[in-house]
Structure formats: C-alpha cells, structure tokens
C-alpha cells in the first residue's frame, strides 16, 4: 500500500497516474477533498481508499502494517500567502507529525519540499545540506520550506528512508484549479485563446530585459519519473533539487506556447504586482548533480516538448493525466 498526501493537487494526482501505469493500484490518498474542481484530478484512477488530512495520522496508527511507502505532497503552495499560521499548520507541524509517524513505524517517505527555500539565489542553488541554514527565503511560504528541511536534517532519529523535494518551478497537466498560482503556460494558453496575445510581467531589475528573467521550468512528468526511481532506490536519504539544470527565460516558454498553439507571438507586459515584487525570484536554476550522483540517469524533457505535450494533448483537449 503506498500513500499519498495532496493526492487531489496538481503533482501528487499526475503521482498516482504514474503509479497506476506501473500497476500500483492499492493506493490511500489523502487529501481535504472538498474542492470539486481538485477532485477531478482523480476521476478514474485506481484507488484503494481516500482519507481526509485531519484522520491520516489516526488512520495510520490503525494500518501502518499495510503501508509501504508514503509520499507527502500535501502542503499550503501558495507563495503569496502571509498568514504564518496557516503555514505552520499545513507545511511545517503537518510534516513534522508525518516525519514522526513514518519514524515510529519504519516507514519510507519522501516529501515535498521548494525551490522558494533559495530566495534571491545569492548562495547558489546547491542542495549541499550545509548551506540550509544560511539560506534567506523571500516569502512565508519559502520559510515555511526551509524551516522544516532544517528541522528534519537535524533529527536524530529518522524514517528508514527519507527524501526531501526542492521543486523548482513545475508545470504540466492538472493544474487547472491552481488560479493564480498555475504555470505560467497555462496563464499564456488561456490568455492566447481569449485575446491573442500574452502578457508578461516587466523586470524591475536593472540586469534583467523585460522577458528575460530566467527560471528552472521542469515539467510534471519528470517530476513525478523522479518519485517513481525514488520508491525502487531506497539508499541514499537527504534533500535533492528537483529542476532540469537549465534555466531558460520566459520569453522562450511564452514563444513555445504560441508556436505549440499554431499562432503568431504577440507578446506584451506589465509590471509586476507590487504584492510580489520584492520578493519575485529573476534567476533560478538547479545544481542537479547530487540526484544525478545517486543513480537517476533519466533525461528531462526540453522545455519546448513539454510545452508541445502539455498544450496539445492536455490544455487543448481539456484532458487530464
């Protein structure tokens, strides 16, 4: 029996796809499942049983015997929000209960952790453990991140396999309920069908062209390729980025989305909303040699086959994975 947690959310339901291809259909998700738009991520995938996130920790004391594996991929995603309560709820007191439990029973988990935990990048974008501490996220979420990655390193006892997620920036299908949080792809795909045109934020950074802020954009299906060597290699526990290694700009995702959509690039933009601007990250990019070093050997998908996927067989469609 394998777990997992969000199992409604845009990479923990593309997860269960995954698994489901590998014939693991006794999986438990866990979830708030009220929201109708999330729980479409799961229609007709092969389920063994759904638990509501506030029961998991009793349902587990009742059937850790059962399970596996858990992935944790539940979490507050949000990066605007500024309620620090909310945060610690969800992403750090939740994680760390889970943490415990999957030390108490023996269990194997890997959780979701962010690429947010760098901030501005000035140290880098190293997964090496002993720059966690000195790392500045530049919002609540991020910190919400890094405190628990520090905590858990620091824990004397720990599950019988552990691996932590820095998710870089991760786009693909079913992330149709995200709102304003959704990749930038599908924000260009719906703003494209509706107008023709794309509007991007302008750089308020004087070593940035308008367009040119560089992200380390890593599509869902490698993503979730990486979770799936991560179940069948259990040796070498720690914290490891998750991007593809090349940062590519956001003029380059807009144009692979017009040319995925047969249409000419009309392109434009805006400034950046005051709300995020200081704290909005210009570069990111994954040192991706610490996973590589234990075995994970898979290519990622360049960022225009992924946007041609995703676009023509999933956004156009209106399919899900």
């Not at 693909?172 to 107008?195: C, W």
């Not at 509007?199 to 040119?212: C, I, K, Q, V």
């Not at 017009?258 to 434009?268: P, Q, S, V």
Request: aromatic share 14%; net charge negative; with cysteine.
């Amino acid at each position: 029996m394998i777990v997992v947690t969000g199992a409604a959310g845009f990479i923990a339901s593309c997860l269960v796809t995954r698994l489901n291809a590998a014939n693991f259909n006794d999986i438990v998700v866990v979830d708030n499942f009220t929201s109708e738009r999330k729980l479409a991520n799961l229609t007709g995938k092969r389920l063994r049983e759904y638990v509501d996130r506030e029961e998991f920790f009793e349902w587990l004391d009742a059937h850790h015997q059962q399970v596996e594996f858990i992935f944790h991929l539940g979490a507050r995603t949000d990066t605007t929000e500024q309620n620090r309560d909310v945060l610690n709820v969800l992403n750090l007191d939740y994680s760390k209960q889970m943490w415990l439990a999957c030390c108490q029973y023996q269990l194997p988990l890997v959780y979701a952790s962010s690429a947010a935990t760098y901030g501005s990048g000035t140290l880098g974008y190293s997964d090496d453990d002993a720059l966690l501490p000195l790392l500045r996220p530049l919002n609540p979420y991020g910190e919400s991140k890094n405190d628990f990655d520090n905590w858990a390193v620091q824990q004397p006892a720990k599950p019988l396999f552990w691996a932590g997620l820095k998710f870089f920036n991760v786009y693909g299908p079913n992330e149709y309920h995200k709102g304003r949080m959704a990749s930038v792809i599908l924000h260009a795909f719906r703003q494209i069908q509706d107008t023709g045109s794309m509007t991007l934020f302008r750089s308020h950074n004087p070593e940035y062209a308008d367009g040119e802020q560089q992200r380390d954009f890593v599509y869902v299906k490698d993503v979730v390729e990486v979770c799936f060597f991560l179940l069948h290699n259990r040796r070498n526990s720690g914290i490891y980025n998750l991007g593809t290694g090349e940062a590519r700009t956001f003029l380059d995702l807009t144009l692979s989305t017009f040319a995925a959509l047969d249409r000419t690039a009309d392109i434009r933009f805006r400034d950046t909303p005051e709300d995020i601007r200081d704290t909005y990250q210009y570069f990111t990019q994954a040192d991706m040699s610490k996973l590589r070093s234990i075995g994970y050997d898979r290519p990622f998908t360049r960022l225009e086959d992924g946007i041609s996927d995703y676009v023509r067989n999933y956004l156009v469609p209106g399919q899900y994975y």
